[in-house]
């Protein structure tokens, strides 16, 4: 199973906003134990019941992650430029893009394969950060397959105004999310503007969910 998977089910955390007395790893090892607890008598895969795995990602999954300041990061400066209509709709669709990736790409694998991966092949390295810190990142290590050298993620944590830690990135081997979609994104408003990125984004999110 690839890093997406880890993504999808780690990354976006807990339900609810977490007390910033928790620290970012404790975020993540518990919601890592919420997803387990869920899974725990589920014989489904996502592509059998796709509709229980989207459940999943917003209930435990969602909350934890900033999609507008994410949303924002990656349109730079075409964020300042977009009307507060197109802000909405292109945060409210990249959440949706995201969902729908994480979720595909967990079709060929079932709710055991998935509780066995959380359980066995994840690793959440101890996190040192001074109390006064307001941004933090917690490294993910996964297991290889067949043997294969370890994938190296990171969490990338902010405290925000509610005194909560959320994700604004990932980094995979050190490959932000934000910057990709941030260079494929802007190959598309140069093509076709802003608000036809947004249109194929929301036309993309509706083929998909039929």
Known sequence: MGWIMVTGLILPLGVGAQAATSSPRDIVLETSQRVLKELQDQQVTPADNPEYFYRLADEFIVPHFNFRRMSQRVLG?????????????FTNQFRQLLVRTYVT???????????????????????NYPPEATRVGVKVQVE????????NMMLNLYLDQNKAWKVDDVQV????????????????IRANGLQGLIDRLTA???QAMK
């Open 204 to 206: 993309r999110n509706q």
């Open 173 to 188: 081997e050190g490959v932000s999310l934000v910057t990709n979609y941030r260079a494929s994104f802007y190959r598309e």
């Open 105 to 127: 790409a967990l079709h060929s694998y079932s709710a055991k394969d998935i509780r066995d991966f959380l359980q066995e092949r994840i690793k959440v390295l101890p996190v």
């Open 77 to 89: 400066k075409h964020w300042r430029q977009a009307t507060q209509e197109q802000k909405a709709d």
């Open 144 to 151: 290889g397959d067949k043997g294969r050298p370890p994938i």
